[in-house]
């Protein structure tokens, strides 16, 4: 199971987020991704997300998270597997939707970027 965490400067007076820190927190969980680490920064420095990889369907770097859209407008880390992405792909894929990746991880970006909260 991958391992995945942030860092959130919540105040308006909080100090910005550390790369170091996120780093840190994040390499506590190599034993939980062992596949590869990936960190994301926000250019305000309010937020940090680390990924520790455990690679189980798209074993390739294009799964590699945290997951930027194409735009980069939207970046995910999840942990988890949803088990009918082949079919919400194909979905997707029809409606004119290009896919980087082979990963479920990128069909949950797709859907946020697609329908949002909901």
């Known amino acids: 199971m991958c391992g995945i965490n942030g860092v959130f400067a919540y105040a308006d007076k909080a100090p910005a987020v550390q790369p170091d820190e996120v780093l840190r ?3 506590t969980m190599t034993a939980r991704g062992p596949d590869g680490a990936g960190l994301w920064m926000a250019k305000d420095g309010r937020l940090g997300l680390g990924h520790r990889r455990l690679a ?7 799964g590699a998270q ?3 859209s194409a735009d980069s407008r939207y970046t995910v880390t999840f942990n988890g597997e949803i088990y009918n992405y ?3 792909r194909a979905e ?3 409606d004119g939707t290009t896919f980087r990746s082979h990963s479920d991880t990128e069909v949950l970006l797709h859907l946020y970027r697609r329908d949002g909260m909901g």
């Open 66 to 68: 945290p997951m930027h």
């Open 25 to 27: 927190t994040r390499d």
């Open 86 to 88: 082949p079919q919400l």
């Open 92 to 94: 997707m894929e029809k």
């Open 56 to 62: 189980i369907i798209d074993l390739t770097e294009a």
